[in-house]
């Protein structure tokens, strides 16, 4: 098992700066995926970054050029840098992270975290 303290979130107005954290505890794999969703009111849950043990990342591309994602794998944290953020996207924001065990992929959530853009 593995859990996810996140951190962060809350109200900014548009343009402004944000910073989440996450936590992982537990049953840590060598090799995983930690990564952060977000879901907006209506909306599907939807990737928005996502960075491997060996620092390649990919974002979704309406992030792209505004977000970075980063970790330390010492710590066993990701951290998901959002600037010049925009009332879109105003979502709750999952921490998620998928542990490689034995040939298998085991994903993994956090509780959430809201993230309000004000236009």
């Known amino acids: 098992q593995v859990q996810l303290v996140e951190s962060g979130g809350g109200l900014v107005q548009a343009g402004g700066s944000l910073r989440l954290s996450c936590a992982a505890s537990?049953?840590?794999?060598?090799?995983?995926?930690m990564g952060w969703y977000r879901q907006a009111p209506g909306k599907q849950r939807e990737l928005v970054a996502q960075?491997?043990?060996?620092?390649?990342?990919n974002y979704a591309d309406s992030v792209k050029g505004r977000f970075t994602i980063s970790r330390d794998n010492a710590k066993s944290t990701v951290y998901l840098q959002m600037n010049n953020l925009k009332p879109e996207d105003t979502a709750v924001y999952y921490c998620?992270?998928?542990?490689?065990?034995?040939?298998?992929?085991?994903?993994?959530w956090g509780q959430g975290t809201q993230v309000t853009v004000s236009s």
């Open positions: 998620n992270t998928k542990q490689l065990a034995k040939g298998q992929w085991n994903p993994y």
């Open positions: 960075i491997g043990t060996g620092g390649i990342s």
């Open positions: 537990g049953s840590i794999s060598e090799i995983n995926i």
